[in-house]
Structure formats: C-alpha cells, structure tokens
C-alpha cells in the first residue's frame, strides 16, 4: 500500500502543477497578447504651431529672436568698419600718403581692434546660444508637460508630431488642447516666478 500511495501522490502532484502552469501560462499569454488600438487611442500635434503661437515665444521668444538679429547686424557692421579701415589705410600707403612705420602702427591698431572685436563677438555669441538653448529646453518643458496633463487620464495610448504624418483625420488633432496648456503652464510659472 505505501508503494501505491507514493506514486499516486507523486502523479497527482505533477498533475496539479502542470494544471497551476498551464493556467499561468495562459494568463501570461492574455497579458502579452497586443491589444487592439483604435483610432480614439491616437492623437497628433502639430508642435512647430504650438511653439510659434504659445505665450512664451510670443513673449520671449520673439525678443530674443531680436536681439540675435541686432546681434548679428552688429557684428556685420563692425566688420563692415575694420576692412574699410584697413583698405584706407592701403590706399594711403600705395598714395604715399604715411610713411611705412606709420602705416605698421596703424595696421597693428587695426587688428588690435579685430582681435577685441572678434573675442568680444565670440562672447555675445555663447551668450546668445546660452539663451537660445535654455528657451528652447523651455518651450520643450511646456510642451511636455502639457501633454502630459492632457492625457493624464491615459485616454491616448499613442500621440504623435504632426511633422511626421502624411495623412490624418482631423479630429485626431489635440494641437489646440495643446496650445491652451502650454499658455496654462507658462503664465503659471511666470506667476510662481514673480513671487
């Protein structure tokens, strides 16, 4: 009988575990089975809009384009000046206006003056990468959060730049959600920043 019972015992064992496995097996498969998306699952943004027409670059982006622009006219002009000084000062010298040590004095002045110019433009410029580089990592912060909170509930399971899309049906576009958050977001950082 004890020989009996032990693989009776032993039989039922592997047999409930393989029934334990089995039914794992197939939750694990339920679980990992891809689930079906529908077209309500899926929205698009068309982000280059949003960024043109948020608050913050109405506000401080379009300045800081402007003062790039200033920047970079300065620059132009300031250059503009030191050739037209230096081809004065070779026009002299071919006329026989100043004497060769007088003309080497002022050439060296002249690129004295390029050399600050050009350290002093170099500055401007990291400066205004700087700036640029830290309002775009804003902009993207708004946007980012802003979708964030849209789809907070998980309503969407797949939102995408408009950029990338060839064809869509337009009322899969969030891009005015988009842009009312990201105006949200911004004028509540621009108020927490003032206090």
Known sequence: MKKTLFPALAASLLLA???????EQAQTATETAPQQVVSSDI???QVEAVLAQCDLYQTEGVALQEKTQKAQKSWAQREKNLQAEAAQLQEKYEKG???????????ESI?????????????EAQTLDEENFVFSNRAQ??????????????KYKLIINASA??????TLNITPAVLAKVNEL????????QK
């Open 43 to 45: 929205a698009y943004v």
């Open 141 to 154: 912060d708004l946007l980012q959060r802003a979708v964030k909170e849209i789809n907070a509930d998980g």
């Open 186 to 193: 911004y004028a509540a950082d621009k108020k927490n920043a």
């Open 17 to 23: 575990a393989c029934g334990s496995n089995n039914a």
């Open 165 to 170: 899309l060839i064809d869509a049906d337009t």
């Open 97 to 107: 206006l100043i004497t060769s040590r007088d003309a080497q004095a002022q050439q």
């Open 111 to 123: 690129q004295k003056k390029v050399a600050s110019y050009q350290a002093n433009a170099q500055k």
